[in-house]
């Protein structure tokens, strides 16, 4: 078999796994296996430039490319459901369908996911185009980003699929993802998602998709369209779909009475408890296709199906007490502690109160009994008091003033809910919560450190601070409880190698207030040190782009704290990495300087992402999209048709590989 061969040979077999994974759950060959026949074909398809597939395998691991997404107007508008959260109602849509129709028909029951709707448009077997909802006319054109999902289907199997449909279902965070994801938000000091639905469609509109590729989106797909389909009935073409390839949710039942279509709901409303993604209704579907045109629409939905909607699960309380929890980055949670009570199949005792307003706008007292809810959010709330059932008042909840970990007076930040503890210096959980970042994966990256062990460390006195690290010796930390020459041998190892990690980094792991990972990127690349950058005015901050008034004002008070300045003076003398090399220095230049490139095709020198770095380091702007301003094209092997047209006609030059680097030498 020769190496083009074998391409397509492992395009088809990958294509497989993917199934037997993501919508079969039944994997035949392990994460290794897996990722080695990704690697063969991503070197094979490198090698071969002339066999690009934009539905390769390899497409699932998404791209840097920033573009803006593009409206395009839905083929069949995307209609949403009417809504009820009553039996009786149900009861009535059922007896309309029956009288409207006058023979027997079936209801399919299905799940109403929580996520984020998308359509999906194949043709000859190929995903072509997905769009989100918009405005239920036309969306935005997602294509790369859905293209990373895994459970979605780039190329289609088995047969019988129309030549030309569309798909539509909803995009989902599981439950598991979308907790880990907020753990990771909490540490970057990043705004946390409330659900996994608003997770869910922040993701697919993030402009990076191999960001997007990251965050591990699934789909379950629900309705079918196209003039085409394989026979009448809902149900028994979306089990064709599934053989197709699709992930298509084996929760769907067809009724012939409203007894079986309670007990249904009734059914699911406890066990959704136990599914992996968030539920927050059951679909009710007229199931033959015929049935359903007769019955026909409403302007704004289907007269052929109904939503009902689960009541979020509430409970009646009493309030005991309300503490104060402090966050890594000294926000201040109140939390309510309640008398325990049985909630959506878990006993509840702690409920968040978010923050002052909210305790306000309840008018809380003591002993109130309050109603707790759990709705899409995982940690239940307060939503209500029942003032009613007040006789003898409590004290009024006050939001303190002072934090309770270390005592120090509290603030509140302009256009901020939350109230922040100002001891960033040595209040416990602050100084824990900064050691965490400096030394996560993506700052310092200094493996056995977990949080706990970074907190015996603490407690044992070994560190206040991240500068503390290294000054940590293997036979201090050996004698430790649950601690081993081994692994401490290991830690004082990484410490070591972190001297090593990029200036960039560091300025990300000092966990200065707003400076995430991609404005450390911006301000190394502007100020190149820290001591530029320490010196650095506010106006001279503001001259850089990307760096707004928020970021410029947080940087200045960093280092106008005298303890800041000590610690990155006692880094420094450690041997981390304070400045960028000098070697780096020759690498940036002007010569790109204004100039918008758009960079489009497979190319044979550099990788697309070293190229987007080339452009950047010689101050040209990477953009996503040609429009009379590019200034030019780069242009690999395959460019895009369409990218081509449009370039020739707004006359935009194409610029090859070769000649682009030699305009760099
Ligand atoms: S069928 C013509 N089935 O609910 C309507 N929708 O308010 C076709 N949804 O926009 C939609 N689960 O995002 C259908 N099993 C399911 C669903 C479902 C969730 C969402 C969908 C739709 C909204 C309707």
Request: with cysteine.
């Amino acid at each position: 078999m020769n190496e083009v061969e074998r391409i397509y040979q492992l395009r088809e077999e990958l294509h497989r796994h993917n199934h037997n994974y993501y919508v079969l759950n039944a994997p035949e060959i392990g994460d290794q296996e897996f990722d080695f026949l990704m690697r063969e074909l991503q070197d094979l398809e490198a090698k071969h430039p002339e066999c690009y597939d934009e539905n390769s395998p390899t497409m699932r691991v998404g791209s840097d490319l920033n573009k803006n997404f593009i409206q395009v107007p839905h083929k069949y508008p995307m209609l949403s459901l009417a809504n009820t959260y009553s039996e009786a109602e149900v009861a009535e849509f059922y007896d309309r369908v029956k009288k409207a129709l006058n023979e027997e028909f079936e209801i399919c029951c299905e799940m109403k996911f929580d996520g984020t709707s998308i359509s999906l448009i194949y043709e000859n077997g190929k995903l072509v185009q997905a769009i989100t909802r918009g405005d239920g006319v036309q969306g935005d054109d997602v294509t790369d980003n859905v293209k990373t999902i895994r459970s979605i289907p780039l190329v289609l199997q088995g047969e019988g699929y129309p030549r030309e449909f569309e798909i539509r279902g909803e995009i989902l965070m599981p439950w598991e993802v979308f907790e880990q994801l907020n753990r990771e938000r909490e540490a970057r000091e990043e705004p946390l998602f409330a659900n996994p639905r608003n997770a869910a469609s922040g993701t697919l509109k993030l402009q990076n998709s191999s960001v997007v590729a990251s965050r591990k989106l699934d789909a379950y797909l629900y309705y079918l369209l196209g003039t085409e389909l394989p026979g009448d009935g809902h149900y028994e073409n979306m089990q064709q779909a599934a053989k197709w390839g699709f992930k298509v949710s084996n929760i769907m039942r067809k009724c012939t009475s409203l007894e079986e279509v309670f007990a249904f709901i009734r059914y699911w409303d406890v066990e959704r408890n136990n599914l992996p993604v968030a539920t927050d209704g059951v679909v009710l579907k007229v199931n033959s296709l015929r049935q359903q045109r007769n019955l026909g629409y409403t302007a704004k939905s289907p007269r052929w199906a109904i939503a009902y909607k689960f009541q979020a699960e509430r409970a009646c309380t009493r309030l005991n007490m309300v503490t104060y929890q402090v966050g890594r980055t000294g926000a201040i949670t109140p939390v309510a502690n309640l008398e325990p009570v049985q909630l959506a199949g878990t006993v509840v005792k702690r409920a968040s109160l978010h923050n002052a307003d909210i305790i306000e706008g309840l008018d809380l007292h003591l002993g109130d009994m309050v109603y707790v809810e759990k709705g899409g959010e995982i940690i239940p709330k307060i939503v209500g008091v029942d003032k009613e059932a007040r006789f003898m008042i409590g004290d009024k909840i006050r939001f303190i003033t002072r934090c309770p970990e270390c005592g120090s007076p509290l603030m509140r930040y302009e256009g901020e809910a939350a109230h922040y503890c100002t001891n960033d210096v040595s209040c416990p959980p602050q100084i824990k919560g900064k050691i965490e970042h400096f030394v996560s994966r993506k700052a310092m990256n200094i493996d056995g450190l977990g949080a706990e062990t970074i907190d015996q460390f603490y407690q044992e006195g070994l560190i206040h601070n991240i500068a503390d690290l290294y000054t940590l010796k293997a036979p201090d930390i050996a004698c430790l409880e649950r601690m081993g020459k081994k692994s401490a041998v290991n830690i004082i190892e990484g410490i070591r190698a972190s001297k090593d990690v990029p200036f960039e980094r560091v300025l990300f792991a000092l966990g200065i207030r707003f400076v995430g990972e991609t404005t450390a990127k911006t301000l190394a690349k502007a100020f190149r040190s820290i001591d530029a950058l320490a010196a650095a005015t506010l106006d001279d901050l503001l001259q850089v782009d990307e760096i707004g008034a928020r970021i410029a004002q947080s940087i200045i008070q960093y280092f106008a704290e005298e303890k800041n300045r000590e610690i990155i003076e006692r880094l420094r003398e450690a041997g981390v990495q304070m400045q960028l090399p000098e070697t780096d220095a020759t690498e940036y230049t002007d010569k790109l300087a204004g100039q918008s490139i758009v960079i489009s095709g497979v190319f044979s020198h550099h990788s697309r992402d070293e190229y987007k770095e080339m452009i950047e380091k010689n101050g040209g702007k990477n953009v996503g999209s040609i429009s009379k301003k590019t200034s030019f094209v780069l242009a690999g092997e395959n460019m895009g048709p369409s990218k081509l047209e449009k370039a020739n006609k707004l006359g935009v030059p194409i610029v090859n590989e070769d000649d682009f680097l030699k305009m760099l030498e």
